[in-house]
């Protein structure tokens, strides 16, 4: 099935990114359909297969095909701005306008990686591996955030509707949860209240064993918003552009304190 059949079949538009390492750039295969003969994308004919091969290749798991890597590597790990640019000014589809377009962006979970600044200067294990491992997930990770914080900012409020589920993979935002007992005990825990921030902490997105208390986070979390904004809305804090389910861990205070002490910058080894 080609893309274009699949949007026909399917009476749904489709965006589908992938990393061109050839050319070094993001590649968009699209299909938005004009009307019930035309559809409109440079790539609307290529299997529907080989796109999701392409964006699916992720490195260091899969092989890349051919030239092409998992669309989520680098910038574009949240690809919400690049779907609203592709329908509102690209597509020609009539039925993409200003004001009236809601994107829903459903994020996989965020997997925290709070160092302790005592650390930061001799961090665990070899430094490359270390730094190369940390680079790689705050790269994909600060990228959703800035286009999130775009989208949430007043200017593009009244442009699209923008609606972002995220969690964070810690015991504060899973204690927002409505909590629920395990069939069998996962990772040591009988119930999703009783998981510790060193499970989570540990638990790499990538690694079957967790799927189960992936699954069973999504599972509730997915109560959690059907009773409160039913996704209706952006699951922000009340008076706050800031996830509701994502923690921060800011420490104003200390940063204030030390950032505006001459004694404590001299003391700050420079190598």
Request: hydrophobic fraction near 40%; include cysteine; proline fraction near 5%.
């Given at each position: 099935?080609?893309?274009?059949?699949?949007?026909?079949?399917?009476?749904?538009?489709?965006?589908?990114?992938?990393?061109?390492?050839?050319?070094?750039?993001?590649?968009?295969?699209?299909?938005?359909?004009?009307?019930?003969?035309?559809?409109?994308?440079?790539?609307?004919?290529?299997?529907?297969?080989?796109?999701?091969?392409?964006?699916?290749?992720?490195?260091?798991?899969?092989?890349?095909?051919?030239?092409?890597?998992?669309?989520?590597?680098?910038?574009?790990?949240?690809?919400s701005s690049a779907a609203i640019i592709e329908a509102l000014n690209y597509s020609g589809n009539p039925g993409y306008q200003y004001g009236k377009v809601t994107v829903i962006s459903m994020g996989t979970?965020?997997?925290?990686?709070?160092?302790?600044?005592?650390?930061?200067?001799?961090?665990?294990?070899?430094?490359?591996?270390?730094?190369?491992?940390?680079?790689?997930?705050?790269?994909?990770?600060?990228?959703?955030?800035?286009?999130?914080?775009?989208?949430?900012?007043?200017?593009?409020?009244?442009?699209?509707?923008?609606?972002?589920?995220?969690?964070?993979?810690?015991?504060?935002?899973?204690?927002?949860?409505?909590?629920?007992?395990?069939?069998?005990?996962?990772?040591?825990?009988?119930?999703?209240?009783?998981?510790?921030?060193?499970?989570?902490?540990?638990?790499?997105?990538?690694?079957?064993?967790?799927?189960?208390?992936?699954?069973?986070?999504?599972?509730?979390?997915?109560?959690?918003?059907?009773?409160?904004?039913?996704?209706?809305?952006?699951?922000?804090?009340?008076?706050?552009?800031?996830?509701?389910?994502?923690?921060?861990?800011?420490?104003?205070?200390?940063?204030?304190?030390?950032?505006?002490?001459?004694?404590?910058?001299?003391?700050?080894?420079?190598?």
């Open positions: 099935m080609t893309l274009k059949e699949a949007a026909a079949l399917y009476q749904t538009d489709l965006l589908i990114t992938a990393k061109d390492m050839a050319a070094g750039e993001e590649t968009f295969f699209t299909a938005f359909r004009l009307d019930d003969e035309k559809t409109n994308g440079t790539y609307a004919n290529i299997l529907l297969r080989s796109a999701l091969e392409a964006s699916m290749s992720a490195p260091t798991y899969f092989a890349p095909l051919e030239r092409f890597v998992d669309g989520g590597t680098t910038t574009y790990n949240n690809p979970g965020i997997s925290p990686q709070f160092i302790d600044p005592a650390q930061s200067k001799n961090p665990k294990g070899p430094d490359i591996v270390f730094w190369l491992n940390w680079l790689m997930t705050e790269m994909g990770q600060d990228a959703s955030d800035m286009q999130t914080d775009l989208l949430r900012s007043p200017r593009f409020r009244d442009l699209v509707d923008y609606r972002r589920f995220q969690i964070s993979f810690d015991t504060a935002a899973l204690k927002k949860l409505p909590n629920c007992h395990f069939q069998e005990p996962l990772h040591g825990h009988n119930s999703l209240h009783e998981v510790t921030d060193k499970t989570l902490y540990n638990m790499d997105m990538a690694d079957v064993k967790y799927y189960a208390l992936v699954k069973a986070i999504g599972r509730q979390m997915g109560q959690y918003i059907e009773a409160g904004n039913g996704f209706a809305s952006d699951l922000v804090l009340k008076n706050k552009v800031r996830d509701e389910l994502v923690t921060a861990r800011g420490d104003v205070s200390t940063i204030l304190s030390q950032m505006s002490s001459h004694q404590w910058l001299q003391n700050q080894p420079l190598d």
